[in-house]
């Protein structure tokens, strides 16, 4: 997959990108980031980006000229087509007023070849961008920031770690929180494993060695060997744990019997 990157930072990107999961990737060949100045396609001697709107207002808003060369030099397909023929590739506008980033949009964008990001600054961007170029806007948050770039570095890193071969273990992404599928998850043999899938609620607690830490104790159950038992309570304390912090979550997941029948026991116990 390649990401290209369109703002007027650049060496932001020297940092965010550089580490871990997303570094492997690029190093792998599983990724290729190209990062592009928008500064480099302006004509003016002060590489001027930004403009007062029209009709007043507060604040500077990011001009359609520079934006629309930066894509034209990409050679990325026209919007018209990538719509209409469904192209495996797509530009994003990190913007407020987008729709809200989540596992299940970074799904969505694993599918295609070709993800262009287009960071706001200022007061936004010239509408004419979000009508003519970009496909969707997308928003990492209900909150605003200073521009899009840590929207952007966030949405490359969430996709990325959904890609195959990015993760030493294809399995890890099944069992993170907010991953939708299947609540759990079954070995070869058929009955439920102890690493069961989130199912689109928060992740289930981890520990690790020590087994007894000052005096804390990993719970019992987690070393008696039993894997039906460690995976009904998994399910348990996610369930609780999404309960507790998460509870619209509920609202959107989809619930097995069993896991109806824990949450009963947890609000019964509330």
Not at 60 to 82: D, G, N
Not at 94 to 118: D, N
Not at 141 to 163: C, K, P, W, Y
Request: aromatic share 6%; glycine share 8%; charged share 30%.
């Amino acid at each position: 997959m390649k990401f290209d990157i369109i703002t007027i930072f650049p060496d932001f990107f020297r940092g965010p990108l550089d580490y871990g999961i997303v570094r492997r990737a690029r190093e792998a060949g599983l990724i290729d980031i190209q990062v592009h100045d928008l500064r480099a396609f302006t004509h003016d001697r002060h590489r001027t980006v930004d403009d007062r709107p029209f009709g007043g207002g507060e604040g500077m808003v990011l001009k359609p000229e520079p934006i629309f060369e930066c894509l034209e030099s990409l050679t990325i397909a026209p919007h018209e087509e990538r719509m209409r023929s469904g192209a495996d590739e797509s530009v994003v506008l990190l913007s407020p007023q987008g729709r809200l980033f989540s596992q299940v949009v970074a799904q969505e964008l694993t599918v295609l070849k070709r993800i262009v990001l287009i960071c706001g600054r200022y007061e936004g961007v010239d509408e004419r961008v979000s009508e003519q170029l970009a496909d969707c806007e997308i928003s990492v948050g209900d909150f605003v920031l200073s521009g899009g770039e840590l929207g952007a570095a966030i949405i490359v890193d969430t996709v990325t770690r959904l890609l195959p071969g990015a993760l030493g273990n294809a399995a890890s992404s099944q069992q993170e929180s907010f991953t939708t599928g299947a609540p759990e998850a079954r070995s070869e043999d058929g009955p439920p494993s102890s690493t069961c899938a989130s199912g689109g609620l928060l992740d289930y607690p981890h520990y690790t060695r020590p087994a007894e830490f000052r005096g804390l104790q990993v719970p019992e159950v987690l070393v008696n060997g039993n894997h039906e038992e460690i995976r009904r309570w998994r399910r348990r304390k996610a369930l609780q744990k999404t309960l507790r912090n998460r509870p619209d979550l509920l609202r959107h997941t989809e619930l097995s019997v069993e896991d109806r029948k824990l949450l009963s026991e947890i609000e019964g116990e509330a």
